[in-house]
Nanobody, 125 residues
Framework: QVQLVESGGGSVQAGGSLRLSCYASGFTSRTNCVGWFRQVLGKEREGVAVIYTGGENTYYSDSVKGRFTISRDYWKSMFYLQMNSLKPEDTATYFC??????????????????WGQGIQVTVSN
């Protein structure tokens, strides 16, 4: 069973930076798509950035491209989201998510994803 544990997050002023971390364990598939998603109350969960563990391909939503960077530390089983130039519209609960196999981004469905508990990011003016 895949387990994902997020850390980091918090509150920052616009223009600031934060780094989210996700410890991932329990993969049964040799390759996986792991990434970060966010959700605002009343809206659907949306993909932010994902990485394909089989080839290190990365994908970003247009809203964060150039500001956010997803990366992984293979030996520590860690996945990171470095968020720079944060904007108030980046305020959301961020989830680490994973699904077996290749990355399709934006994902056509979140049905088969495993999720962490979520972590709050708040960006103020």
């Amino acid at each position: 069973q895949v387990q994902l544990v997020e850390s980091g997050g918090g509150s920052v002023q616009a223009g600031g930076s934060l780094r989210l971390s996700c410890y991932a364990s329990g993969f049964t598939s040799r390759t996986n798509c792991v990434g970060w998603f966010r959700q605002v109350l009343g809206k659907e969960r949306e993909g932010v950035a994902v990485i394909y563990t089989g080839g290190e391909n990365t994908y970003y939503s247009d809203s964060v491209k150039g500001r956010f960077t997803i990366s992984r530390d293979y030996w520590k089983s860690m996945f990171y989201l470095q968020m720079n130039s944060l904007k108030p519209e980046d305020t959301a609960t961020y989830f680490c998510g994973a699904v077996a196999g290749y990355c399709f981004f934006p994902p056509p469905s979140l049905e088969n994803y495993s999720w962490g508990q979520g972590i709050q990011v708040t960006v103020s003016n």
